[in-house]
């Protein structure tokens, strides 16, 4: 499931107010972002920003391909649409900072094209399971 | 704490034409997202997230300050050529505060994300949870409504859903932390317990008062009862599988007030379910 997505945004999660992210791959990655010369958004902590549902993730939700480099896409998912702001499941790539290295998860980001993976009900819960 | 919907600051770190590049970038950018604030860093080609009525600070080694255009919110512009990423934080905090954007960093974001892919709308979390996190929609459709009043580090809720389907993204373990949900993990997932039967608030109060004289007041009073010692097999059982801490435990309320809520909440779930008429 890859599309061409020319200049995705990109939005990366410090995962502030908790340890699950790997300190040094958030630490590598908001680097090579900073050191990258590109634009980029940067959230304190998305579960905070959902809790408080705050109306900066219907802007960074809305308005085309956006990679986001988080946790789990499921988790990722459900914390955009608590805030009321679903994110495109067909413009929109997550990149788990929780499983992958600092320098895949850069890759990923760096690359031009867009390998959607938000979850959908059928994937994650398929109607019809194969026999 | 009462959660609102409520703004982050929004910090644009402008580099581009009329400000110079940041000398401190990755320690300044650190620094604002430690305080909880929401960045923009501008440059290259690459798109950013248009504006919106956030409050909103722009920050540069200007020149000559710059005129923003076609804003909705309360903009401020901040040229922080002399200023370190320290002193930045701080010039950045003020911003906040005067704008009076959403504060951060008191309440450690610990609640339930449900997954509506999986959900089936069957109210048991709503039933369960004792705290009034879980509430309807107007369409009847469960809800988290009051995330803050969720007991911090305690998932109790994510073992009683049949479907996997509440998602704690700050969880050590997958599936809760939102991690894929494998079959063996729904069977896993189904405590099988009986929700009605954990409801009981005495259950509660022996864990909270786990004291040899509460104990053996707790055995004397209710041993005879038989749904009672089946409560607090259940209770145990999921104190004892690690997922409700001994914190939480410690501070639930009275059996009385226990009892009252899990009234409530049941209540609120026998309505939700019933047809609509
Ligand atoms: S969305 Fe994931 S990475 Fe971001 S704060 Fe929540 S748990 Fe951490
Ligand atoms: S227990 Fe699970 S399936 Fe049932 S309403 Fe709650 S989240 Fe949905």
């Known amino acids: 499931m890859s599309e061409t997505a020319p200049h995705p945004r990109l939005l990366y999660c410090h995962c502030q107010y908790a340890q699950v992210v790997p300190k040094e791959v958030k630490a590598a990655v908001l680097e090579q972002l900073c050191q990258s010369g590109t634009a980029f958004e940067a959230v304190a902590d998305l579960c905070e920003m959902a809790a408080r549902r705050d109306p900066a993730l219907k802007r960074l939700a809305g308005t085309g391909a956006v990679k986001i480099a988080a946790c789990f896409p499921r ?22 900072m929780r499983t992958l290295a600092a320098g895949e998860v850069c890759a990923r980001l760096f690359a031009t094209d867009l390998a959607a993976n938000v979850p959908t009900k059928a994937s994650t819960k398929p109607e019809n399971p194969a026999p | 704490m009462a959660l609102r919907d409520s703004s982050a600051l929004r910090v644009i770190v402008y580099e581009g034409p009329g400000s110079d590049p940041l000398p401190e970038r ?125 007991k911090t580090n305690c998932p109790a809720c994510s073992r009683v859903c049949p479907e996997a389907a509440i998602m704690f993204p700050k969880y050590k373990a997958g599936p809760i932390n939102g991690d894929i949900v494998s079959d063996a993990d729904l069977q896993k997932e189904k405590m099988k317990v009986d929700i009605s039967a954990l409801l009981g608030g005495d259950v509660y ?30 209770l145990v059982k999921l104190a004892e599988s690690g997922d409700i801490p001994p914190e939480v435990l410690m501070s639930l309320p009275s059996p009385e007030e226990i009892a009252r809520r899990a009234e409530e909440a049941a209540a609120k779930a026998r309505a939700a379910l019933e047809p609509l008429g």
């Open chain 2, 26 to 150: 990755l320690a300044t950018i650190t620094a604002l997202l430690e305080r909880g604030h929401a960045v923009t860093r501008t440059g290259g080609d690459r798109p950013v997230a248009p504006a919106d009525a956030a409050p909103t600070l722009v920050l540069g080694r200007f020149a000559q300050a710059p005129e923003f255009s076609g804003t909705t919110a309360e903009w401020r512009v901040r040229d922080i050529t002399t200023l370190n990423s320290a002193q930045i934080a701080d010039v950045v905090e003020s911003t906040r505060a005067e704008l009076g954007a959403a504060r951060h960093g008191e309440w450690k974001p610990w609640f339930p994300v449900i997954d509506y892919d999986r959900c089936t709308n069957c109210m048991q979390c709503l039933s369960f949870c004792l705290f009034g996190v879980y509430g309807v929609d107007g369409e009847r459709q469960i809800q988290v409504q009051n995330q803050d009043n969720c």
């Open chain 2, 205 to 234: 109060s022996m864990l909270r008062l786990r004291s040899d004289k509460a104990r053996s007041r707790f055995s004397k009073e209710r041993d005879s009862d038989k749904a009672l010692t089946e409560r607090q097999k259940c």
């Open chain 1, 75 to 96: 988790a990722v998912k459900g914390l955009f649409h608590q805030a009321d702001a679903d994110l495109d499941p067909q413009s929109t790539e997550v990149l788990n």
